[in-house]
T-cell receptor, first 111, second 114 residues
Framework: SQKIEQNSEALNIQEGKTATLTCNYTNYSPAYLQWYRQDPGRGPVFLLLIRENEKEKRKERLKVTFDTTLKQSLFHITASQPADSATYLCALVNYGQNFVFGPGTRLSVLP | EAGVAQSPRYKIIEKRQSVAFWCNPISGHATLYWYQQILGQGPKLLIQFQNNGVVDDSQLPKDRFSAERLKGVDSTLKIQPAKLEDSAVYLC????????????FGEGSRLTVL
């Protein structure tokens, strides 16, 4: 069956450092992979998507990599700020617009 | 552009009672999703509509959950009768058929079953 894992339930880092979050999956061949941010009591908000034939995407301080051989995506936040503290979810998407979400990683950026 | 609207934001009921949630997606979005998110977990798909047709309801507990999307716009999700394990946030999301299909989520409806 399909399985998505995200590294550690929680990740604490110091302000200014780079946060690296991992998304691993099995038994799935996504057309693309998306990352969302979710704040407490709010719905997830889309951040970035990367297609199966892309290796890397960047947007401001965010960078996503996608390795379909390893079945893994890495999500980086450079120069992290306390305002980046949230839960980050990865989602695998197929061509039928079926979205499967990982369990999320709760990131805390300490001042 | 108005976002995805959901109501109510909070609902507390006793087990075996019924509850209904409403969702109005972004105007023009053909695809609508209902997700269940239990505390500390990622969203789990309950049902996916495209216009007013069901695309995927394989994970919907059909003995107690039902959903409809009349006229291909807003949608309701009903639980009857509720169980303790239904306590969760029910998220509605919509996406356009155009482009890669990022999801736009509402704020969610938090259900507590006592």
């Amino acid at each position: 069956s399909q399985k998505i894992e995200q590294n550690s339930e929680a990740l604490n880092i110091q302000e200014g450092k780079t946060a690296t979050l991992t998304c691993n999956y099995t038994n799935y061949s996504p057309a693309y992979l998306q990352w969302y941010r979710q704040d407490p009591g709010r719905g997830p908000v889309f951040l970035l998507l990367i297609r199966e034939n892309e290796k890397e995407k960047r947007k401001e301080r965010l960078k996503v990599t996608f390795d379909t051989t390893l079945k893994q995506s890495l999500f980086h936040i450079t120069a992290s700020q306390p305002a980046d503290s949230a839960t980050y979810l990865c989602a695998l998407v197929n061509y039928g617009q079926n979205f499967v979400f990982g369990p999320g990683t709760r990131l805390s950026v300490l001042p | 552009e108005a976002g995805v609207a959901q109501s109510p934001r909070y609902k507390i009921i006793e087990k075996r009672q019924s509850v209904a949630f409403w969702c109005n997606p972004i105007s023009g979005h053909a695809t609508l999703y209902w997700y269940q998110q239990i505390l500390g977990q990622g969203p789990k798909l309950l049902i996916q509509f495209q216009n007013n047709g069901v695309v995927d309801d394989s994970q919907l507990p059909k003995d107690r959950f039902s959903a409809e999307r009349l006229k291909g716009v807003d949608s309701t999700l009903k639980i009857q009768p509720a169980k303790l394990e239904d306590s969760a946030v029910y998220l509605c999301a919509s996406s356009s058929l155009q482009g890669p299909g990022e999801l736009f989520f509402g704020e969610g409806s938090r259900l507590t079953v006592l």
